[in-house]
């Protein structure tokens, strides 16, 4: 994500300015992105900044979003915030340790009204044209020798929030030795490309013995058998107050069996989870007949979820990843045809592969008549550089992820479609 922003010329006026001063030191100044060890916050927009979304009974409804959007400082790409009414507004970002010596954390920012926006100990005013904001270690609480803000940086709206706000960031990072006082800045404007539920969905005429179940308000189960999205990995990263089975509801195939209870005005589909970190879909034939044939009726839904470790570590083509889900939707047919099939969300260069693995897909749902919804596509449509925003890491969702995942599939049930993002 790249948080770089039009210099006001009137930056330096007012009492924010006593944060925006840097120190002089020896050398060029130098702009160094905030990093993780699977990439830094300008090659993967939003990696690693998570919405904070409090305690369990605050998830729902969901009132903090994250996701890239095209208007940005650096040539086309940024993080977008939005904050709905009673909204937390609070962004997080896990990083410990800082360079010494630079001069502290600097971004551009821009909102839909005035705020105030909290870093630590320090407060920045952002207005709703593009600003650039240095905030000095001293003026965040902390040294020059030796910065730190605890294990994350915490940036949040000052509150309550009362109407829908949002937020933009560009050029997040820190400058050293010294703030640079005039960035090179390149401007993007406009509206963001948006993608429809029924660009991702494939076959859902499959599943019409599901649907007029449903319809019938009658009970099933929703049997997610996958590999670490399905178990939850970083599923509370950024929310640390929602941990374990607590945050199981949230996670996609849950949060699915909920929007298809509301909209069809019913409690009795009853979400069962089987999720594996790290394996492939190969892998997953040793357990398949344990954890879903065995527990599955002629009713039940079964969502099969794999590809990311198949595509990525494991070295498997997509015709190979083709050849094991043929061989997991074999064994899940001898109790249910009613099957989903999930495509990975993007991990290591597997984005490359999106439109091979989206013509596998299809294949899939033509040859074995099933459905499926295409996750790396809703990543990937916008290209690589847009895809990890709604992520918590590079390849696992947090709760808002897994509540988008959720929200841009159950169309597939209630026909009632959607666009991301909204």
């Keep these: 994500m790249s948080l770089r922003v039009f210099l006001l010329s009137s930056l330096c006026a007012g009492a924010a300015c006593t944060h925006l001063v840097g120190h ?29 979304l409090g305690k369990a009974e605050d998830v729902l409804p969901l009132t903090t979003r994250l996701w890239a959007t095209k208007e940005s400082v650096t040539g086309g790409v940024a993080m977008k915030c939005v904050f709905e009414k009673g909204s937390r507004g609070t962004i997080t970002y896990e990083k410990e340790k800082f360079p010494a010596g630079s001069a502290g954390l600097t971004f551009y920012a821009k909102a839909s009204r ?44 000052a509150g309550p929030i009362e109407e829908r706000t949002w937020l933009i960031l560009d050029r997040v990072g820190i400058e ?14 406009g509206p963001d490309e948006t993608i429809s539920s029924k660009d991702i969905l494939y076959g859902a005429d499959n599943l019409t013995r599901t649907r007029d179940r449903a319809k019938a308000r009658k009970p099933f189960q929703v049997i997610a058998l996958g590999d670490s999205v399905t178990a939850g990995a970083q599923m509370n990263r950024g929310t640390w107050a929602v941990k374990g089975e607590e945050g199981v509801r949230f996670l996609y195939f849950a949060h699915l069996a909920r929007l298809w209870e509301e909209h069809f005005g019913y409690k009795g589909i009853t979400p069962v989870q089987h999720g594996h970190g790290g394996w492939t879909a190969e892998r997953a034939l040793a357990v398949i007949d344990k954890e879903v044939v065995d527990g599955a009726g002629p009713d039940d839904l079964v969502i099969l979820q794999f590809g990311g470790n198949d595509l990525s570590w494991a070295g498997k083509s997509p015709a190979e990843w083709k050849t094991a889900m043929k061989k997991l939707i074999a064994r899940t047919k001898t109790k249910t045809d009613q099957v989903l099939l999930l495509s990975t969300t993007p991990i290591g260069d597997v984005p490359k592969k999106s439109a091979d693995i989206t013509k596998v897909l299809k294949e899939l749902v033509e040859e074995e008549k099933v459905a499926a919804a295409d996750v790396l596509r809703l ?4 290209g690589e550089a847009f895809a990890w925003a709604w992520l ?11 509540i988008t995942m959720a929200e841009m599939i159950a169309p597939v049930l209630t026909q009632k479609h959607r666009s991301y993002p909204e």
């Design 392 to 402: 918590a890491n590079e390849g696992h969702p947090g709760y808002m992820g897994h």
């Design 176 to 189: 050293t030795p010294r703030f640079l006082p005039d960035p090179p800045i390149r401007l993007v404007a």
């Design 114 to 157: 005035r705020l105030k926006l909290r870093v630590a100990k320090a407060e920045a005013d952002v207005g709703t044209d593009w600003k650039k904001i240095d905030l000095s270690w001293e003026a965040l609480g902390t040294t020059r020798d030796k910065p730190t803000l605890g294990w994350q940086l915490v940036l949040q709206v």
């Design 24 to 52: 002089a030191g020896a050398g060029e100044p130098t702009f160094v992105p905030l990093d993780m060890n699977q990439g830094d916050s300008e090659t993967r927009t939003g990696m690693w900044f998570c919405p904070d």
């Design 379 to 382: 990543a990937c449509y916008r």
